[in-house]
């Protein structure tokens, strides 16, 4: 059974840090490219970082650059999001995203909350 399940969200303080996880299982995770993406109340769900399957590449979207930093340990089944220098604007839902590298099916974790406020 294919499971992703993420952890690690909650309340923080503007410019506070964060730190997500999403351990997978049921799968061949190293075959899978793995992706963080966030969807804000009334918002569209949008890509916030992705990294290639042995962690070699990563890239971020705009607004999160020099902030957050995703990882992986193939080893664990498991990819992190770092978040520093938190915003309210990064208040969202937060949501693991697997996509294979060799057919074409992608699985979703059931997301963590992650709310900035003071």
């Known amino acids: 059974q294919v499971q992703l399940v993420e952890s690690g969200g909650g309340l923080v303080q503007p410019g506070g840090s964060l730190r997500l996880s999403c351990t997978a299982s049921?799968?061949?995770?190293?075959?899978?490219?793995m992706s963080w993406y966030r969807q804000a109340p009334g918002k569209e769900r949008g890509l916030v970082a992705a990294?290639?399957?042995?962690?070699?590449?990563?890239n971020y979207v705009e607004s999160v650059k020099g902030r957050f930093t995703i990882s992986r340990d193939n080893a664990k089944n498991t990819v992190y999001l770092q978040m520093n220098s938190l915003k309210p604007e990064d208040t969202a839902v937060y949501y693991c995203?697997?996509?294979?590298?060799?057919?074409?099916?992608?699985?979703w974790g059931q997301g963590t909350q992650v709310t900035v406020s003071s």
């Open positions: 995203n697997a996509r294979s590298t060799v057919v074409p099916t992608t699985h």
């Open positions: 049921g799968f061949t995770f190293s075959r899978y490219a």
């Open positions: 990294i290639s399957t042995t962690g070699g590449s990563t």
